[in-house]
């Protein structure tokens, strides 16, 4: 089988055409990555203090504690803008530690001016207890007799205690702050997957794979005679388009990644990105009707939506893993694909017209679920995952575990069909 695999591939590799498309392929992945270095250095790795509110705080309650309690909120804001400054100084580690400080008290402020019950609204109010200590912080919960109205809002506790959790995590594993853009050896494969492949990768399966029915046509008469083969042979050529088109895709990801090894390491694959839990875990849907608008933040390599971001879903995965769950989503998405156009060019005998049909197909999924859509009826639309990366990071609506599942039955059903139209359909 391996042979006729390998053969598969070098006969692909060989032909002018497809060695032209590789080389598009590579010089985009290369503008993309010089484009993507020089926007880092314009884009800011820190983000502005959400503050502590005192609208709600009446000194009529107890005088001699209010002014206690304006004490604190003054070496807080002497606190944020040195912060600032640090960042702006990129005196990282000084800037993390007064992030985790803010952060801390943020969200402590948030739970105690809220009239949500701790215990079932607030996650990981324990690690944020046992950072209040850890960093010498005071207990803001004893000046609660001074707010006059509590509300019901706690979105803003969610983003304090996320980027609380995130800094302390930079700082305990040493690591510099950086930025939605920012391409190293350990970013480079993440980049590319939510940059380029979204797009590009069905159109380069649908180009290097569409005349492969015409190619084969004459090596399929002579193998087909050959005793038990038959049965085998379906299998044989999905194995060898599917590795020729991950060979085109993963080959440069995996040169891009050594040759910038010596110029920034592979420190930053322990680097925390945010993903959104339940999506992760499940079939969740993000119900989010009503919203007026969607405002994008970022949160190092991570860029959400300010409504996804203040989820106690989010959860922080260090960034190798975070790839490695992402490569195998783009191996499942190229599986598809290549079961797609090899089903479509079996049913039809222009080669032109299949590819027209897989690109039509896969262009009008794409316009009926853009990447922000919040139909339901989207789960089962397959372009709603054609960036796994979205899925898993919490930016889409669809979640990464809900993707596998319909992009993996999707992929068994084109199988079987083309299994059928083996038996059926004369090459």
Request: charged share 15%; net charge positive.
């Amino acid at each position: 089988m391996w042979t006729y695999v390998l053969f598969n591939i070098k006969s692909n590799l060989k032909r002018k055409e497809n060695l032209i498309l590789i080389v598009l392929f590579i010089i985009c992945e290369i503008a993309l990555l010089f484009i993507l270095n020089t926007k880092s250095f314009t884009e800011s790795p820190y983000q502005t203090s959400l503050g502590i509110s005192i609208a709600s705080v009446s000194q009529k309650n107890d005088p001699k504690l209010y002014q206690e309690f304006m004490n604190e909120v003054n070496l807080i804001r002497q606190t944020i803008d040195k912060g600032e400054q640090d960042g702006k100084d990129k005196n990282w580690k000084s800037y993390c530690e007064y992030k985790v400080k803010v952060s801390v008290l943020e969200a402590q402020w948030y739970m105690v001016t809220s009239n949500m019950p701790n215990d079932s609204y607030f996650e990981h109010a324990d690690v944020l207890e046992e950072l209040r200590k850890e960093y010498g912080l005071p207990d803001l919960s004893q000046y609660e007799k001074l707010i006059v109205q509590k509300s019901n809002d706690i979105n803003l506790y969610f983003c304090s205690m996320q980027q609380a959790r995130y800094f302390d995590y930079l700082l305990k594993h040493d690591l510099t702050p950086i930025t939605y853009s920012y391409v190293d050896a350990s970013s480079v494969s993440l980049q590319i997957a939510r940059y380029i492949l979204p797009v590009v990768l069905p159109l380069l399966v649908g180009l290097l794979l569409f005349q492969q029915k015409e190619r084969r046509a004459k090596t399929e008469k002579t193998i087909l005679t050959i005793s038990g083969v038959k049965k085998k042979y379906v299998r044989w050529n999905l194995i060898s388009d599917v590795l020729f088109v991950l060979l085109v895709v993963f080959l440069p990801i995996l040169v891009y990644m050594i040759v910038l090894v010596p110029f920034k390491g592979v420190s930053n694959l322990i680097y925390p990105v945010l993903y959104y839990k339940p999506g992760f875990t499940g079939f969740h849907y993000w119900d989010t009707q009503g919203l007026d608008h969607i405002e994008l933040v970022a949160s190092g390599l991570t860029n959400m939506s300010v409504n996804q971001f203040t989820t106690p879903g989010m959860e922080l995965m260090p960034l190798w893993q975070c790839t490695l769950f992402v490569a195998f989503g783009l191996v499942l998405s190229t599986t598809f694909y290549v079961l797609l156009i090899t089903v479509l060019s079996k049913l039809m005998k222009n080669k032109y017209l299949s590819l027209l049909v897989f690109l039509v197909v896969l262009g009008l999924c794409s316009f009926a679920s853009p990447l922000g859509n919040m139909q339901k009826i989207n789960t089962f639309n397959p372009m709603s995952y054609r960036d796994f990366g979205m899925n898993l990071l919490g930016t889409s609506y669809f979640g990464y575990f809900a993707g596998i599942v319909i992009i993996g039955l999707y992929s068994v059903i084109l199988y079987l069909v083309l299994k059928w139209c083996a038996k059926k359909v004369r090459v």
